[in-house]
Structures are given as C-alpha cells and as structure tokens.
T-cell receptor, first 114, second 113 residues
Framework: AQTVTQSQPEMSVQEAETVTLSCTYD???????LFWYKQPPSRQMILVIR??????QNATENRFSVNFQKAAKSFSLKISDSQLGDAAMYFC???????????FGKGTKLTVNP | NAGVTQTPKFRILKIGQSMTLQCTQD?????MYWYRQDPGMGLKLIYY???????DKGEVPNGYNVSRSTTEDFPLRLELAAPSQTSVYFC????????????FGSGTRLTVV
C-alpha cells in the first residue's frame, strides 16, 4: 500500500524564523508527483508547492521550498521568514505518475509564535 | 470561476438518517473525488470518478454511495448515518497528468448524533 509518513504531529516556530517539516513516502515507481498542502483554520485545502519526481531541482515558491531526496524517498518543506499566517496544518501527499489518486500523510500542525 | 463548490458547510444528522452531500465544479475536470478527514488521520479517499457514468471505490467506501451523471456534479450519499461517519468531507477535482494536484471544495463538517 502506498504510504506517506509525517513524523512530526506538531511543530512550532518563532515569527521570522525558519522551520522544516518532514515527509517520507513509500513507492517503487520512478515517476510520481509530490505535494504540500496547507489547511488553515478555515479548513480550505491550499496547494503550497509541488515537485515532479523526474526533476532533480528542488521546487521553490517564494518563502516555501522543498528538499527532495529521491533515493531516500524524502520530501521536506522549508518555510523561511515564518509569518503568523503560516500557522496551519500541513499535509504531504503524492500520486504516482498516471495515477489519479492522491495519498496523504496525517499532517503536521504548525504554530507560529509572535 | 467558482472552482469546486460543496454544500452544505455544516450538518447534524441523527443516527439512521440519510443525506446527500452536494459537489459541483465548473472547471470541466473529468476526475472528481470524495475524501473524509478525521482528526489526526489525514485525508482518506472514499470514492472517485474518472468521468460521467464512471465511479470507483477508494480506501473507505463502506456506508457511502456516489453517482456521476454529469461532468460537473458528484454527490455523495450517506445511508443510515452512524456516529463513525462524523467527519469533515472534502470534494475535489483534477485533470491529467495530475501534476497540478487537486482543487478542493471548502469541506462539509458532518456530525452524527
């Protein structure tokens, strides 16, 4: 079965500092996509960043970047210059290339302290 | 462009009652999904559809039914509601090659008492 593991149920960071959220996944495929979704208290699922497994370059979206280690099946999310609005649940997810189904981790709750 | 619209946003059901969660999208996406989110458990796939007239079970389909008569609509039916179905339900849509992930609705919080 496809699995996604987020080993940190909760994390906290001081405003303006950097935090890294961990994610590992299990697949035997070589072609797949990885995602980080943010879920604020409003409940809306918001796509933060995505990575295509065949690309070696780590994806970056403004203050958000990933550390993609394909051999280790690791996909961590780094948030730089943390802001109060970054406080949310963060979910790691992946889908195999050609598959229509996303598999999610259990999430990491991020608290940002002023 | 409304994206994915779910109704209702909140609902309380009594044990044994039935209801339909509505989901509609205006992006002409062929693929639609229903997930449930339980505290500390992430999102689990209930049912999905790859196009009008085609549906398939996900990881946790028991107690639910779906239909897909049009590209736009993908309702989720709960028959004989049970407390174990208390959850937040998300509808989502996507399109190949899935590298863009899903577009999610805003969710329905359902409580069965």
């Amino acid at each position: 079965a496809q699995t996604v593991t987020q080993s940190q149920p909760e994390m906290s960071v001081q405003e303006a500092e950097t935090v890294t959220l961990s994610c590992t996944y299990d697949t035997s495929e070589s072609d797949y996509y990885l995602f980080w979704y943010k879920q604020p208290p409003s409940r809306q699922m918001i796509l933060v960043i995505r990575q295509e497994a065949y690309k070696q370059q780590n994806a970056t979206e403004n203050r958000f970047s990933v550390n993609f280690q394909k051999a280790a099946k690791s996909f961590s999310l780094k948030i730089s210059d943390s802001q109060l609005g970054d406080a949310a649940m963060y979910f790691c997810a992946y889908t195999q290339g050609g598959s229509e189904k996303l598999v999610f981790g259990k999430g990491t709750k991020l608290t940002v302290n002023p | 462009n409304a994206g994915v619209t779910q109704t209702p946003k909140f609902r309380i059901l009594k044990i044994g009652q039935s209801m339909t969660l509505q989901c509609t999208q205006d992006m002409n996406h062929n693929y639609m999904y229903w997930y449930r989110q339980d505290p500390g458990m992430g999102l689990k796939l209930i049912y999905y559809s790859v196009g009008a007239g085609i549906t398939d079970k996900g990881e946790v389909p028991n107690g639910y039914n779906v239909s897909r008569s049009t590209t736009e609509d993908f309702p989720l039916r709960l028959e004989l509601a049970a407390p174990s179905q208390t959850s937040v339900y998300f509808c989502a849509s996507s399109y190949p090659p899935f590298s863009h992930g899903y577009t999610f609705g805003s969710g329905t919080r359902l409580t069965v008492v």
